[in-house]
C-alpha cells in the first residue's frame, strides 16, 4: 500500500511543529491541465514553415500562429474564471465570455492555417466551422448568468459578491507575498489560514444575512493580514530574522483562531433565527387549533 513521503524535515514531519493544512471543502481539481497545456505547442509548427514561403502565405501562417496562441491563452483565463464562478454560491457571470471568444480565435486561426498551405476560401471556411465546433464541444461555453442565492434580492447578491471578491484578492496578495519568504512551513500556514477565511466566505454566500457580522473579518482584518505578511516578507527574506518569524506566525494562528471563532458564531446565530422562526410558526398553529 502507498504511504504518504515524509521525515523529520518534511511539512507535518517530527521535526516540523507546523499543523497539517485540513482538506479544503468541496475542492476540485482544477481542468487547466495538460489538455490545455498542449494548444500552446500544437500551433509551432507555422511558425517554423512560415519562413521560405511567398509574403501571403507568410503572412497568413504567422497570423494563424498569433491567433491560435492567443486563443490557447484565451482558453486557459476563460476556465480559471468559470473554476471561480463554479467554487462560490454567489458570483456574477465573467465579464468577458473568454472561451467563446477563444472558438472564435481557433477557427480563424485554423483558416489562416489553410489558406497558407493553399487551401482555398471554402475550404478556409470549413477548417474554421470545425475549429470553433469542436472547440466549444471539448471546452464548452462560459457561463453567462450571474448565480445568487435563492430568496435574496439583487442588490444584497451583488453586495455578497463584492465582499467576496475583496476577500479573494486579499488572500492571493497573501499567497503570492509568502512566496518571497522561501518558508514552506510559513507557506501551509497561510494556506491553513485561508482556508479558514475561505469558509467563512461561503457562509456568507449562503446566508448573506450574516454578510454584516463578517464584514470587517472579510474586509478590514484581511487587509491588515496582506499588509502584514507583505512587510514581513520582505523584511524576513532579507535577514531571516527568528524572532519576526515567530511574531508573523503568533499573528497566523491568532487570524486563524479568530476568524474560526467568528464562523462558529454565526452558524449559532443561525440556528437561533432558525429556533425562534419555529416556535413562532408553531405559535400561529396552535391559535388556529391545529396539534400534532
Known sequence: MSQRFGGKYSPGG??????????????????????????????????????????????????????????????????????????????????????????VMCGVGLAFAGLSNGVGAMGAGLFAALGAGLHLAAFGID???????????????????????????????????????????LEVKVEAFKATAREMCRQVEEDPRDLTAARKYLGVYLMGARDATVKFADLYARNRDASVRADYVAL??????NFTARSQAMLLDDRSDLDVEIEVLRDRLAREGVRA
Open 252 to 257: 497566523l494562528d491568532d487570524l486563524t483562531a
Open 143 to 185: 457561463p453567462l448568468r450571474d448565480k445568487g442565492a435563492e430568496g435574496v434580492d439583487a442588490f444584497q447578491t451583488e453586495r455578497v459578491a463584492r465582499v467576496v471578491d475583496e476577500a479573494e484578492a486579499y488572500l492571493k496578495a497573501m499567497s503570492d507575498a509568502i512566496l518571497r519568504s522561501g518558508d514552506r512551513q
Open 14 to 103: 517530527s521535526g516540523d511543529q507546523t499543523p497539517p493544512v485540513a482538506p479544503v471543502a468541496h475542492a476540485r481539481r482544477s481542468r487547466v491541465g495538460a489538455r490545455v497545456n498542449a494548444l500552446f505547442f500544437l500551433p509551432l509548427p507555422l511558425g517554423f514553415t512560415a519562413f521560405g514561403k511567398p509574403a501571403a502565405e507568410m503572412s497568413y501562417s504567422i497570423g494563424g500562429l498569433v491567433l491560435l496562441l492567443g486563443a490557447a491563452w484565451m482558453l486557459r483565463e476563460g476556465l480559471l474564471a468559470e473554476e471561480a464562478y463554479d467554487a462560490r454560491k454567489v458570483a456574477k457571470r465573467p465579464a468577458i465570455p473568454r472561451k467563446i471568444f477563444a472558438a
